[in-house]
Nanobody, 125 residues
Framework: QVQLVESGGGLVQAGGSLRLSCAAS????????MGWFRQAPGKEREFIAS????????AYADSVKGRFSISRDNAKNLVYLQMNSLKPEDTAVYFC??????????????????WGQGTQVTVSS
């Protein structure tokens, strides 16, 4: 079992930055892929970024490439999502997810068995 708790969301103006954190419990964290997804009202949950077990490989959605950065600290059981140059269209609930059966940076929602409760990010224009 893995439990995930996101934090760091909030209201920010367009062009601003936020850093989301995801605290994980469970012994499999350091050997698992981790991902960030987001869901806007009326839309499906979409992939944003993922990172492999060691932090040496990452993947990003085209919509955030060059603006967002995912990282992890296995010693502290933490995953981060640094978000820069935020746009109003980035407004959504952001979810952290653990893919305990995967060591690579997977993008499919189906690969992730454990999810956090989400944190709201609102970007004003």
């Amino acid at each position: 079992q893995v439990q995930l708790v996101e934090s760091g969301g909030g209201l920010v103006q367009a062009g601003g930055s936020l850093r989301l954190s995801c605290a994980a419990s469970g012994r499999t964290f350091s050997s698992s892929a981790m991902g960030w997804f987001r869901q806007a009202p009326g839309k499906e949950r979409e992939f944003i970024a993922s990172i492999n077990w060691s932090g040496g490989s990452t993947a990003y959605a085209d919509s955030v490439k060059g603006r967002f950065s995912i990282s992890r600290d296995n010693a502290k059981n933490l995953v981060y999502l640094q978000m820069n140059s935020l746009k109003p269209e980035d407004t959504a609930v952001y979810f952290c997810a653990a893919g305990t059966g995967y060591r690579v940076a997977v993008q499919s929602k189906d690969a992730y068995a454990y999810w956090g409760q989400g944190t709201q990010v609102t970007v004003s224009s």
